[in-house]
T-cell receptor
Framework: GESVGLHLPTLSVQEGDNSIINCAYSNSASDYFIWYKQESGKGPQFIIDIRSNMDKRQGQRVTVLLNKTVKHLSLQIAATQPGDSAVYFCAATSGSRLTFGEGTQLTVNP | KAGVTQTPRYLIKTRGQQVTLSCSPI?????VSWYQQTPGQGLQFLFE???????NKGNFPGRFSGRQFSNSRSEMNVSTLELGDSALYLC???????????FGSGTRLTVV
């Protein structure tokens, strides 16, 4: 079945640095990918998405890169701020079902 | 516009009881899906409803069920609660179930 994994469970960066969070997926039929941010006590919050016909998409301070050849996507956060501290999940679709990775805890040190 | 509303936010139940959780999707969204989040298993898909029909189902026992009403509001029910059912239950609404998923804040269920 589908599985989605992240390479690192935790990531610690200095305020102002760029952060990169990675994710690998297994289902080559997945055609839509999403990054979510989850803060303690809250539900996942949409950050950015990308369809399989694209390899890069940019938002405000965030960029998602998709490499379908190796089934890998990454989230880049520019100029990381303390408010970016949270758990980040990638998710891939299979029909109307989202399969989530395990999450990376991002800690931003002042 | 209003987001996804889940009620109640917190719930404490005893083993063997049953529980019903509610989710009101974003206006105009016809798909509602449910997820269970636990520290050990992460976010696991329970089921998805679209236009009052269950369209997709995850690998959970039959004790977990749901339904969707004509106004797209959804409920999920867990019968004969077990300690392992303690989790954060999240619902997500989407216009069609194929993109644009927005999550609610979840219902924290504790089974004692």
């Amino acid at each position: 079945g589908e599985s989605v994994g992240l390479h690192l469970p935790t990531l610690s960066v200095q305020e102002g640095d760029n952060s990169i969070i990675n994710c690998a997926y297994s289902n080559s039929a997945s055609d839509y990918f999403i990054w979510y941010k989850q803060e303690s006590g809250k539900g996942p919050q949409f950050i950015i998405d990308i369809r399989s016909n694209m390899d890069k998409r940019q938002g405000q301070r965030v960029t998602v890169l998709l490499n379908k050849t190796v089934k890998h996507l990454s989230l880049q956060i520019a100029a990381t701020q303390p408010g970016d501290s949270a758990v980040y999940f990638c998710a891939a679709t299979s029909g109307s079902r989202l399969t989530f990775g395990e999450g990376t805890q991002l800690t931003v040190n002042p | 516009k209003a987001g996804v509303t889940q009620t109640p936010r917190y719930l404490i139940k005893t083993r063997g009881q049953q529980v019903t959780l509610s989710c009101s999707p974003i206006s105009g969204h016809r798909s509602v899906s449910w997820y269970q989040q636990t520290p050990g298993q992460g976010l696991q898909f329970l089921f998805e409803y679209f236009s009052e029909t269950q369209r997709n189902k995850g690998n959970f026992p039959g004790r977990f069920s749901g339904r969707q009403f004509s106004n797209s509001r959804s409920e999920m029910n867990v019968s004969t609660l077990e300690l392992g059912d303690s989790a954060l239950y999240l619902c997500a609404s989407s216009p069609t179930g194929l993109y644009g998923y927005t999550f609610g804040s979840g219902t924290r269920l504790t089974v004692v």
